[in-house]
């Protein structure tokens, strides 16, 4: 967006989730290593198993590349907890006929002076 819309980094809001949480986003330690070196805080170790943050490390990313904290706005449902409110893949992958999608919708805004 910087090179193409010149678009400054401080300028952009971004809404992350909803999504799967790291609750129930466990991988393997192979996956997990490949975030140790740049997202730390973002990995969770509980009962034998490593959970990822994906939302955390989404907004450690966009923060990195200059978006400002304050403009990143990460939702906190669980779409695997909810059930009643979101399809996940992780839960639902069994329930054959059940398999839903879901959309995002990514916008340009532009002002224009003298108008």
């Known amino acids: ?9 401080g300028d ?3 809404g992350i989730g909803p999504g799967i949480g790291e ?4 991988v393997k330690e192979e996956v997990a290593q490949e ?5 730390p ?24 590349v200059g978006v400002l904290r304050e ?8 779409t695997f ?3 009643d409110a ?5 839960r639902d992958k069994s329930e054959i006929g059940k398999v839903r999608a879901m959309l995002a919708l990514i916008g340009l805004q532009r002002s224009f002076s003298g108008l």
């Not at 967006?1 to 980094?9: A, C, I, L, N, Q």
């Not at 973002?42 to 990822?52: D, E, P, S, T, Y």
């Not at 979101?86 to 992780?90: E, G, K, N, Q, T």
């Open 81 to 83: 907890c909810e059930k």
């Open 23 to 26: 609750c129930h986003y466990d």
């Open 41 to 64: 805080s973002a990995i969770l170790q509980r009962g034998g198993k490593v959970f990822l943050d994906l939302k955390k490390i989404a907004a450690t990313q966009l923060q990195r």
């Open 86 to 90: 979101y399809f996940s893949w992780r």
């Open 35 to 39: 975030f140790r070196g740049g997202f």
């Open 12 to 14: 952009i809001l971004v």
């Open 71 to 78: 403009n990143v706005e990460i939702h906190p449902a669980c």
């Open 1 to 9: 967006m910087k090179e193409k819309f010149d678009v400054k980094p």
